[in-house]
Structures are given as structure tokens and as C-alpha cells.
């Protein structure tokens, strides 16, 4: 059973940082490409950033300088640090797990909200 936990959201200042972890469990770990979303009310789901296996990253434009994506194997955990944030980042951010081999499926946590204050 695949399982993901995150934390560390919250409410913040513009121009603050936050450190949103994800615990996964349920999967060899290492083999996974890891990514995050963020969801506004009233808007799409979009990627935020994307880690593959090998530690290869992407971010969203909006996001590019500021976010960094990054993973601990040896934690079976997933990072997103948020450094000079806007009240735009403000939304829910959900970890997901894409299968590493075989037919691609998404596994997602329950999301934790961010809200950025101005």
C-alpha cells in the first residue's frame, strides 16, 4: 500500500520561506519519480516541480529561482523548499508518486495548505 504523508505547510509572509516534506512508504522509493502540485481555489492542479530518480529536476516557470526540489532516499522523503514567497504560491501542495517502472500511475497525499500572506 503506497502511502504519502506530507508536512510542513502553513502560514507565512511574503517574502518567507517554507520547507514542505513528503514520507513515502509502500514503494521502493529510489526508483520513483517524486513531484509536487499546488491547486488554488478555483484553479487546475499545475506542477510545481518534478524530481526523477536520478535526481534530474523541472519547475514550473512561475517557481524557477525560488523552489528547490530535492530527495533523500535513504529517508523514502521528497522536499520542496519555498524561499521568497508570493501571495500567488498560496494553495494546496500535494505530493505525488509516479510508478517507476511498468504502466505510469500517479499516487498523490492528501495535500497541505499554504498560505502566503501580504
Known amino acids: 500500500q503506497v502511502q504519502l504523508v506530507e508536512s510542513g505547510g502553513g502560514l507565512v509572509q511574503a517574502g518567507g520561506s517554507l520547507r514542505l516534506s513528503c514520507a513515502a512508504s509502500?514503494?521502493?522509493?529510489?526508483?520513483?519519480?517524486m513531484g509536487w502540485y499546488r491547486q488554488a481555489p478555483g484553479k487546475q492542479r499545475e506542477l510545481v516541480a518534478a524530481?526523477?530518480?536520478?535526481?534530474?529536476?523541472n519547475y514550473a516557470d512561475s517557481v524557477k529561482g525560488r523552489f528547490s526540489i530535492s530527495r533523500d532516499n535513504a529517508k523514502n522523503t521528497v522536499y520542496l523548499q519555498m524561499n521568497s514567497l508570493k501571495p500567488e504560491d498560496t494553495a494546496v501542495y500535494y505530493c505525488?508518486?509516479?510508478?517507476?517502472?511498468?504502466?505510469?500511475?500517479?499516487?498523490w497525499g492528501q495535500g497541505t495548505q499554504v498560505t502566503v500572506s501580504s
Open positions: 505525488q508518486m509516479r510508478t517507476g517502472w511498468g504502466p505510469i500511475h500517479d499516487y
Open positions: 509502500g514503494s521502493i522509493f529510489s526508483i520513483n519519480p
Open positions: 524530481i526523477t530518480s536520478g535526481g534530474l529536476t
